[in-house]
């Protein structure tokens, strides 16, 4: 059926005919016109501006960002319909350079306000015209008392390229050139990382064994030059760490993300102290796949098949009534997405794979774009990115510089969105395998996103202590590695020697440095806000709302704590955990 089907591609008209509307270009003659003005007008004189400038300064900032990013966004969406459309990547490249154009012309804007004498710039944070503009402004001051001279700053750039970045490069050509020989049905053939980490999740026992033993046989062979490569990145971290005034080495990270140190060590804790459920569920699923020696390559086993088939329409339906209970407001905005035509829904050749929700600018609505195939998986990844699509359209209220939600709650309303998706899908599902099948997958994701990931961060913390010891062999890395995969997993898991390679294969501990915190943060943060919407009902729906609707208008901190939620209490991290107990004792009645 053509016009259903083409009901379900995205209309882009919002924004511009086509690429050649005259319309676009002359947006971006007018950003550019914009930058040059700001540049001439304010050059060199914001320490002398007084608030009320100040304030239309960042004004006239924001309606140039406004103008600069539209063109850029229509392009991005265009060519994710279309790879192949050789107009869309070239409009692509066109916009992409206007907006760095548009953007260097006020780079000196972020510099001078980061120099402003720090009693000069207290004063303009407590003045009432700058209120709307706070956050953004102790946002970018944030690295200030860590930033070195302009000369110092720029030879260490310069040094990176020969230095941190080139040893990170070595690391990912090195691993991308493993080839993994795998006996795959009877036949040995050559795969690489991925395609070995895919066959860790197969239904047969043997290969998943056979492929976690020769992947991690393979890092094993080229563990001199990867260790190499860690040894050498820890010390030039502790020693930029160091240099720039840092107390930590993972602060940068937890600074970058506004979250004082003690909320992160508050969710790890809190995490740490739950271990005994991540091991609850593994001897759970151990009897469900009939295995009395679970071990580590059965961590990613299949529990059944959900072999459901749920077309379209009907997943279209299901999210809209999950989100109606919830909320009537959310069922009404998801349903625009449909009816507006903000969604991209199906499969075609060409179109970019996977999904996103592009928030675009407060000015425009949120698109989104999916690859719907009719699986359950499908139904739970559209309510996921019309969660991100609600969060984006709520906080429309704010201007371009308070748009975007930080890192740590940038899923927040995705994963929420999933959680309301799966409770209504669970309750309405009559076949037994199929429930536990539902189940299984979302407790998989809380260990995968929760524990796995604070126990990640966790070894990355003990290896840079170790490194910053001296030059520690694999050995040691190793040793750690497994001291933090038996604290999570107990007895519930037997281990192959060759799981002591597990570290090297994470590439996050080269290129994003404390990163995996975060996963845990967005996930267990929505857990503990699923429970207190149950604990308190229909008064939790307001203040959620509001939540979303403040963008990033604070820190994550203070956004939560305007809800009554306090992220440094270890408490409020516990009630996520009830969340998971309560899937949990769903999960053994079902075994
Ligand atoms: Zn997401």
Redo the contacts with the bound molecule.
């Keep these: 059926m053509p016009t259903a089907d083409h009901a379900l591609e995205w209309n882009l008209a919002d924004l511009y005919e086509s690429p050649d509307d005259p319309r676009l270009t002359r947006d971006l003659a007018r950003a550019a016109a914009l930058a040059a003005a700001f540049a001439t007008a304010h050059r060199g004189r914001v320490a002398a501006m007084r608030p009320p400038e100040l304030a239309s300064a960042l004004g006239a900032f924001e309606e140039m960002m406004d103008l600069a990013y539209r063109p850029q966004l229509y392009a991005s969406l265009l060519f994710a319909g279309n790879t192949g459309d050789e107009k869309a990547q070239a409009l692509l490249d066109r916009t992409r350079q206007a907006t760095t154009e548009a953007f260097n012309l006020v780079k000196f804007f972020d510099i001078e306000v980061k120099l402003l004498p720090a009693a000069a710039f207290e004063g303009l944070l407590a003045a009432p015209e700058l209120a709307a503009f706070r956050h953004h402004l102790e946002a970018q001051r944030r690295f200030a008392p860590y930033t070195l001279s302009e000369a110092e700053e720029q030879l260490a750039e310069v040094k990176n390229l020969t230095g941190r970045a080139a040893f990170a490069q070595l690391y990912t050509e090195v691993s991308a050139r493993i080839r993994i020989p795998l006996e795959v049905e009877g036949r040995v053939k050559e795969v690489n990382v991925a395609q070995a980490r895919a066959l860790r999740s197969s239904p047969d026992r043997v290969l998943r064994r056979r492929a976690t033993d020769a992947l991690m046989r393979a890092f094993e062979d080229q563990s001199h030059v990867l260790t190499f490569c860690f040894n050498t990145l820890f010390q030039d971290h502790a020693l930029e760490v160091k240099k720039r005034g840092f107390s930590d080495v993972a602060h940068p990270t937890f600074l970058e993300d506004e979250l004082p140190p003690e909320v992160v060590e508050a969710l790890m804790s809190a995490t740490e102290r739950r271990y005994a459920l991540a091991q609850r569920y593994l001897r759970l699923k151990a009897k469900v796949l009939g295995l009395s020696d679970f071990s580590s390559h059965d961590l990613l086993a299949p529990l059944g098949k959900v072999e459901k088939k749920v077309p379209f329409a009907e997943g279209r339906a299901l999210v809209l009534d999950s989100f109606g209970a919830f909320e009537p407001r959310f069922a009404q905005i998801a349903g625009e997405f449909f009816e507006k035509r903000w969604i991209d829904a199906l499969p075609r050749p060409g179109k970019r794979d996977g999904a ?2 592009s928030g675009m600018l407060p000015a425009l609505h949120p698109y989104v774009l999916l690859n719907y195939n009719d699986r359950l998986e499908d139904v739970s990844t559209l309510a ?2 019309l ?2 699509g609600i969060h984006f359209y709520l906080s429309r209220r704010n201007g371009p510089l308070n748009f975007w939600a930080t890192t740590p709650m ?2 927040t309303a ?2 929420f969105a999933e959680l309301v998706l799966m409770r209504r899908l669970f309750d309405a599902e009559q076949d037994r395998e199929v429930r536990r099948s539902m189940l299984a997958l979302r407790i998989e994701d809380i260990l995968a996103t929760v524990f796995s990931q604070v126990s990640y961060t966790r070894w990355e913390q003990k290896a840079h202590a170790r490194r910053a010891q001296g030059v520690a062999p694999a050995e040691e890395y190793s040793t750690l590695w497994m001291d933090e995969r038996r604290r999570l997993y107990g007895d519930a898991v037997r281990f192959l020697p060759q799981d002591r390679w597990g570290w090297i294969s994470i590439p996050h501990f080269i290129h994003h440095r404390f990163y995996c915190y975060s996963y845990a943060f967005g996930q267990l943060l929505v857990l503990a806000l699923y429970r207190k919407y149950q604990d308190e009902g229909p008064a939790f729906v307001p203040r959620y709302v509001e939540l979303l609707s403040s963008g990033c208008s604070a820190t994550p901190q203070k956004l939560l704590s305007a809800i009554g939620v306090d992220v440094a209490d270890p408490a409020f991290w516990d009630r996520g955990f009830v969340t998971l107990e309560a899937l949990l004792d769903d999960f053994e009645k079902l075994v």
């Design positions: 996103f929700c996921h990115e969660g991100h940038a899923e995705s994963v």
